[in-house]
C-alpha cells in the first residue's frame, strides 16, 4: 500500500488539477461573489442605519428645539395675557373710580338744585305767610305792589 507508483500518482495529479479547475470556474466564482454581495449588503445596510440614526438624531435636536420654543412662546403668551389682564383690570378701576366720581358729582349736583328749589320754595312760603301775618296785623288787604315790597323786605333781611 506504501508503495509509490509513479502512473497513478499523475493521474491523481491530473485529477486533482482538473477537478480544481472545474471547482474554480463553477464553485469558487460564484460562492465568492456571493459572499462579496453579502459583504457589499451587509456594509450597505450598515451604512443605512448610520444614516438612519443620523437623521433620527438630527430629528429629536429639531424637535427638543421646537419644544424649547414652543414653551418660550407659551411663556410670552401668559406673560401678555397677566399684562393685558392687569392693564384691563387697572383700566377697569380707573373707569370705576371715574364714574363714581361722575356720579357723586351728578348727585352734588341734584342736591344743589333741589336744595336751591327747596330754599326758594321756603322763601316764597315764608314770604306768603309774611303777607298773610302782615295783612291780619294791618287787618286789611294788600294789593299786589304792596305784596312784592314786602315779599322783597322780607327776603332782604332773611339773606342779610
Same mark, same amino acid.
Given at each position: 500500500?506504501?508503495?509509490?507508483? %509513479?502512473?497513478?500518482?499523475?493521474?491523481?495529479?491530473?485529477?486533482?488539477?482538473?477537478?480544481?479547475?472545474?471547482?474554480?470556474?463553477?464553485?469558487?466564482? %460564484?460562492?465568492?461573489?456571493?459572499? !462579496?454581495?453579502?459583504?457589499?449588503?451587509?456594509?450597505?445596510?450598515?451604512?443605512? $442605519?448610520?444614516?438612519?440614526?443620523?437623521?433620527?438624531?438630527?430629528?429629536? $435636536?429639531?424637535?427638543?428645539?421646537?419644544? *424649547?420654543? *414652543?414653551?418660550? /412662546?407659551?411663556?410670552?403668551?401668559v406673560a401678555k395675557a397677566r399684562t393685558d $389682564?392687569?392693564?384691563?383690570? !387697572?383700566?377697569?378701576?380707573?373707569?370705576?373710580? *371715574?364714574?363714581?366720581?361722575?356720579?357723586? #358729582?351728578? *348727585?352734588?349736583?341734584?342736591?344743589?338744585?333741589?336744595?336751591?328749589?327747596?330754599?326758594?320754595?321756603?322763601?316764597? /312760603?315764608?314770604?306768603?305767610?309774611?303777607?298773610? $301775618?302782615?295783612?291780619?296785623?294791618?287787618?286789611?288787604?294788600?294789593? %299786589? /305792589?304792596?305784596?312784592k315790597r314786602l315779599a322783597a323786605d322780607g327776603?332782604? #333781611?332773611?339773606?342779610?
Open positions: 500500500m506504501m508503495d509509490i507508483h %509513479p502512473g497513478l500518482m499523475i493521474w491523481t495529479i491530473i485529477s486533482f488539477l482538473v477537478l480544481l479547475v472545474i471547482l474554480k470556474k463553477f464553485a469558487w466564482t %460564484p460562492i465568492l461573489a456571493a459572499l !462579496d454581495e453579502r459583504e457589499l449588503g451587509i456594509k450597505n445596510n450598515i451604512e443605512a $442605519a448610520k444614516l438612519a440614526r443620523e437623521e433620527a438624531e438630527r430629528a429629536l $435636536a429639531d424637535y427638543r428645539k421646537r419644544l *424649547a420654543e *414652543a414653551q418660550a /412662546e407659551a411663556q410670552g403668551i $389682564a392687569e392693564r384691563v383690570r !387697572d383700566e377697569l378701576l380707573e373707569k370705576s373710580k *371715574a364714574d363714581a366720581q361722575a356720579l357723586v #358729582e351728578r *348727585a352734588r349736583k341734584q342736591i344743589e338744585l333741589e336744595s336751591d328749589a327747596a330754599i326758594k320754595a321756603i322763601r316764597s /312760603e315764608v314770604a306768603e305767610l309774611a303777607v298773610i $301775618a302782615a295783612e291780619k296785623i294791618i287787618n286789611r288787604t294788600l294789593t %299786589p /305792589e304792596d305784596h327776603l332782604k #333781611e332773611m339773606t342779610v
